[in-house]
Structure formats: C-alpha cells, structure tokens
C-alpha cells in the first residue's frame, strides 16, 4: 500500500503541489468508474439519438472515440450530463448530474483518504467543490457561438480557493486530482507554479473563460506540467496556481478534480451538498451509502431549482488588477 512519507509532506508544504504516483490501482479503483460512465455515455447517445441530434448511437466506438464523435455530430459538449456537480446558475429540476456508486467509491477510496489524511487529519469531509472533465481533443470539439472558442478547452489559470466564497477563506481545504487514462502535456496535462502558494489569496478576474488570475500577478513563467499515469494522484494547496493545457492530441483527456476539507470547516458552496468521507471520532457520521449521496444532490437541485442562484464568488471585472 502507498503512504505517504514525511519527505512528501515537506515538499507539498514548500512547492504547494505533490504527485504521489501509483496510489489508486487502475484495475481495481478506476476501471469501476470507467465502466459505470460507460453506462451513462449509453444513456446520452440514446438520448440524443432519439432526438435527432446524432445520426447513430456509434455504440461501437470505444469510449473515447465515441464522446467525441457525440460531442462534435451533436455541436454540443454534454459535461453536466457525467458530472457529480451542479451548474452555477440555471439549475432546472431536470439538469442532468450524475452521482453513481463507482463515482462514489473511488472519492471514498481507503487508500485516497489514508493520503488525504496525511495532509488535514483524520476528520475529513468530501467537499461539494469536484468535477469529472472529460476533455474531447480541441480539434474535434465545439465552438461556443457566443464566445468563438471551445467549449471545453484549456483551464484558466486560478487558485482553488479563488473559486469560492469567502467564508471557506479559513478552510484547509485541500485538493485531489488524477487522471483516468494518461493525461500527457499534449493532452493536456494540469500545470502548476511552484511556490505560489505563498502569496496568499489573489485577485481572480472574471471573463468569458471563467475566472483567471491575470498574468500581471501571476508569473506563468516558471509552471511546471504534471503529466500523469492511471493510478498516479496530485494533491495541490488550496492557494497554488494552476491550469490545464490544451488538448492538442487525439484522444480524450479524463480526470477527477475533488476537494476535502476537515468537518465543521466551511465548504464555499454552501447550496452543495458535502459529506463525511472518514471520522475517526465520531465513526457514526461517516456517509457510507451511495444512494443517499445521490439522493441529497437530488435534493439540491430540487432546491436550486425553485430559488435565486446562489453567490458562488466575490470576483468583480472592475478591479484594476482586471484593466
């Protein structure tokens, strides 16, 4: 089993990033989760092939071809549809979300949380603050009409705490990312600055690639790429900067981006519904239930949905930094 060394910790605690290769067994942990939005592809492709949308199901692509041909013959990249999240903002009582038992599994892996323990102690909440990305190659993926670039491209640079409010600015909040195939610089691997998490919380400019910390305050100079392997985890401070690149090779690039945090501490997404992932002092609260999990998501979107949006940042475009 891998653990975590002290070595490790010292280096996460002066880089503000450590990836820990091998962690997660690719047979074993990812390969259930793999196989289960295998299911949900078929859902889709059915759906959309009902509508019209696509010609053909193309259930003999395998999956990667097969999103892809879907995402591009559709004109439109369905993310919301395998995400274990809901939008901000516009959430209707049939926004598609998926939150299955192989998803489930793997965010509560004993192995993962050992790590994640190593890092925030053993009272650990599974953060509402996760997504599953499954980035079509740039190629082949739809333009946004609205803002003439992909939908689904390279990640802005930014800080996870940045994406938050501000009431989780005391969290230690940690985050949790890995690959579910190879996720290489072509592909589009995630990049890091290297001790940018001693500069604090910085200024997160809003625009139509979401929120980005201008480059004027943030050095890209100096990023490092972390291509990764199956089973390989990054874990990243919630103040290190950070991107994705672009997805410049022809097959899809696949990851999981989750967040923990220790229970009791604010989540930043107060409308998200979380969980408690491990206790060692109070066993009783541990969230063991797949079913339930979906069911509170359900929930929140059955709330979200009869309600004003929620404030999901404090970010305003008029601060000089954004100039």
């Excluded at 053909?56 to 369905?78: C, D, N, Q, W």
Aim: some cysteine.
């Amino acid at each position: 089993m891998q653990t975590i060394s002290e070595e490790q910790i010292i280096f996460f605690d002066e880089q503000g990033y450590l990836l820990v290769k091998g962690l997660l067994s690719p047979k074993e942990d990812l390969d259930p989760v793999i196989k289960e939005y295998g299911m949900v592809l078929d859902s889709l492709a059915s759906e959309l092939h009902q509508k019209g949308e696509i010609v053909s199901a193309y259930e003999e692509l395998p999956f990667g071809e097969r999103i892809t041909k879907i995402y591009a013959e559709s004109g439109k990249v369905h993310g919301q549809y395998f995400d274990f999240s809901l939008p901000q903002g516009g959430v209707k009582k049939n926004t598609p979300f998926w939150c299955g038992p192989a998803v489930f599994r793997v965010m509560t892996n004993p192995n993962l949380l050992d790590a994640v323990e190593k890092f925030i102690g053993s009272e650990i909440y599974s953060n509402p603050v996760g997504h599953v990305r499954i980035k079509p190659p740039e190629a082949e993926t739809p333009i946004n009409p609205d803002t003439g670039r992909v939908q689904l491209g390279k990640t802005p640079w930014h800080q996870d705490n940045g994406v938050v409010t501000e009431e989780a600015d005391a969290t230690d909040m940690l985050t949790v990312w890995f690959s579910l195939g190879e996720a290489t610089v072509e592909q589009g691997c995630l990049a890091v600055i290297p001790k940018s998490h001693r500069d604090g919380l910085l200024h997160h400019c809003p625009d139509i690639w979401g929120l980005e910390i201008p480059e004027k305050i943030c050095d890209r100079s100096t990023m490092v790429p972390i291509p990764t392997e199956p089973g390989d985890v990054l874990f990243l401070h919630k103040h290190t900067c950070h991107s994705s690149l672009q997805n410049l090779s022809d097959i899809i690039r696949w990851s999981f981006d989750l967040r923990y945090n220790p229970i009791g501490q604010a989540t930043g997404r107060n409308a998200f519904p979380g969980f408690v992932a491990r206790s060692h002092f109070n066993p009783g609260q541990v969230l063991t239930d797949p079913l339930t999990w979906h069911q509170m998501w359900e929930e929140a979107r059955d709330s979200l949905a009869i309600s004003d949006d929620p404030a999901f940042n404090r970010w305003s475009k008029d601060h000089p930094v954004c100039a």
